[in-house]
C-alpha cells in the first residue's frame, strides 16, 4: 500500500470521528448499515465522555481522548496495533522529510509529469467546502438535513445530519491526534475545522473519492438504530488473547515489506 493510500484510507475511514463533538451528554451507540466497493456490513459507533470506538465490517478503532491512544484491531486476524500522538507526529516528521526529497527529484522530470504526479501527492483537498444543501430526509426515524463537503475535485462528502440529537467532550482531540504533524493528511484537518460549521449529529454520509492514484471509489454508511445511555466499559477494552503488532505506518516509514 502506497503511502499516500495509507493517509487516504485512514483519514477517510474515521471520518465519522471527525464529526463528533461532545458536551456533557449522555452516551450514543449509534448502529449503521455500510456500502462501498469492498462490499458492505454493519457498523457500530461507541461514544462516551472519553473514548470512542467504531466498529465496521473489517476494522475496530478504539480512540482515547484523554491519552491520544490509537489502537486498531482486525478480528479475523485476531491482531491489534497501537500507536501514541508522538509516535505517530515522530512518524510523519520522517514521512515528510521523504517527501521534500521527492519533490526535489520531481523537479528534474519533464513539466507534464511533474505537475500530475505533484497534483496525485500533495494537491489533496486544495480547496475545501462545506455548504448546506436543500435535502432532508428522515433517518432512524430523526429529521436530518443534507451538507455537501469538498476537497478540491477529488473528495466529495455528503452528510445528512440531525439537529434532535445532542452532542454527547470536546472529540475533536481524536482528529487532531491522527492528523497532527502528517502532512498528507494536513488537508483533512483543514476540513475537520471547516466541518465545526455543521451543527448537530451526522446520521448519514457518502464519500466519494476519485482521480487518485490506487484510492477510489464510493463508500456509504446510514443509521438504522440510535441508543442514548451508559456504554459498558468492555466495550472500549482490546479482546483477550489478540496479538500485538507493530505500527503499519511505522513500517512504511522504515521502508519496511
Same mark, same amino acid.
Given at each position: 500500500?502506497?503511502?499516500?493510500?495509507?493517509?487516504?484510507?485512514?483519514?477517510?475511514?474515521?471520518?465519522?470521528?471527525?464529526?463528533?463533538?461532545?458536551?456533557?451528554?449522555?452516551?450514543?451507540?449509534?448502529?449503521?448499515?455500510?456500502?462501498?466497493?469492498?462490499?458492505?456490513?454493519?457498523?457500530?459507533?461507541?461514544?462516551?465522555?472519553?473514548?470512542?470506538?467504531?466498529?465496521?465490517?473489517?476494522?475496530?478503532?478504539?480512540?482515547?481522548?484523554?491519552?491520544?491512544?490509537?489502537?486498531?484491531?482486525?478480528?479475523?486476524?485476531?491482531?491489534?496495533?497501537?500507536?501514541?500522538?508522538?509516535?505517530?507526529?515522530?512518524?510523519?516528521?520522517?514521512?515528510?522529510?521523504?517527501?521534500?526529497?521527492?519533490?526535489?527529484?520531481?523537479?528534474?522530470?519533464?513539466?507534464?509529469? #511533474? *505537475?500530475?504526479?505533484?497534483?496525485?501527492? /500533495?494537491?489533496?483537498?486544495? =480547496?475545501?467546502? &462545506?455548504?448546506?444543501?436543500?435535502? $432532508? @430526509?428522515?433517518?432512524?426515524?430523526?429529521?436530518?438535513?443534507?451538507?455537501?463537503?469538498?476537497?478540491?475535485?477529488?473528495?466529495?462528502?455528503?452528510?445528512?445530519?440531525?439537529?434532535?440529537?445532542?452532542?454527547?467532550?470536546?472529540?475533536?482531540?481524536?482528529?487532531?491526534?491522527?492528523?497532527?504533524?502528517?502532512?498528507?493528511?494536513?488537508?483533512?484537518?483543514?476540513?475537520?475545522?471547516?466541518?465545526?460549521?455543521?451543527?448537530?449529529?451526522?446520521?448519514?454520509?457518502?464519500?466519494?473519492?476519485?482521480?487518485?492514484?490506487?484510492?477510489?471509489?464510493?463508500?456509504? #454508511? *446510514?443509521?438504522?438504530?440510535?441508543?442514548? /445511555?451508559?456504554?459498558?466499559? =468492555?466495550?472500549? &477494552?482490546?479482546?483477550?488473547?489478540? $496479538? @500485538?503488532?507493530?505500527?503499519?505506518?511505522?513500517?512504511?516509514?522504515?521502508?519496511?515489506?
Amino acid at each position: 500500500m502506497s503511502a499516500l493510500k495509507a493517509a487516504i484510507v485512514a483519514a477517510t475511514g474515521l471520518s465519522v470521528l471527525m464529526a463528533v463533538r461532545t458536551s456533557a451528554a449522555e452516551d450514543l451507540t449509534v448502529v449503521s448499515k455500510e456500502s462501498s466497493s469492498r462490499g458492505g456490513g454493519t457498523s457500530t459507533l461507541y461514544i462516551s465522555a472519553t473514548k470512542i470506538r467504531l466498529s465496521d465490517p473489517l476494522h475496530d478503532t478504539i480512540f482515547d481522548v484523554a491519552s491520544g491512544k490509537m489502537a486498531v484491531i482486525d478480528p479475523q486476524k485476531k491482531q491489534y496495533w497501537e500507536s501514541s500522538a508522538e509516535e505517530r507526529e515522530a512518524g510523519f516528521r520522517q514521512v515528510e522529510e521523504q517527501m521534500k526529497k521527492t519533490q526535489d527529484q520531481l523537479a528534474s522530470l519533464p513539466p507534464a509529469i #511533474r *505537475e500530475k504526479m505533484a497534483g496525485a501527492t /500533495g494537491a489533496v483537498g486544495a =480547496s475545501i467546502t &462545506v455548504q448546506k444543501g436543500t435535502g $432532508t @430526509k428522515k433517518i432512524a426515524g430523526y429529521d436530518c438535513e443534507q451538507y455537501l463537503i469538498s476537497m478540491g475535485e477529488s473528495i466529495k462528502i455528503e452528510k445528512w445530519v440531525t439537529q434532535d440529537l445532542q452532542m454527547p467532550l470536546t472529540l475533536f482531540d481524536a482528529q487532531k491526534a491522527t492528523f497532527a504533524g502528517n502532512p498528507m493528511l494536513k488537508n483533512f484537518a483543514r476540513m475537520a475545522e471547516e466541518m465545526k460549521k455543521i451543527k448537530g449529529f451526522p446520521l448519514g454520509e457518502t464519500t466519494t473519492i476519485k482521480g487518485l492514484p490506487g484510492v477510489g471509489g464510493e463508500t456509504s #454508511r *446510514e443509521a438504522t438504530e440510535v441508543k442514548k /445511555g451508559p456504554i459498558d466499559p =468492555s466495550v472500549f &477494552v482490546i479482546p483477550a488473547g489478540y $496479538t @500485538k503488532v507493530e505500527w503499519p505506518f511505522a513500517r512504511m516509514v522504515a521502508g519496511k515489506k
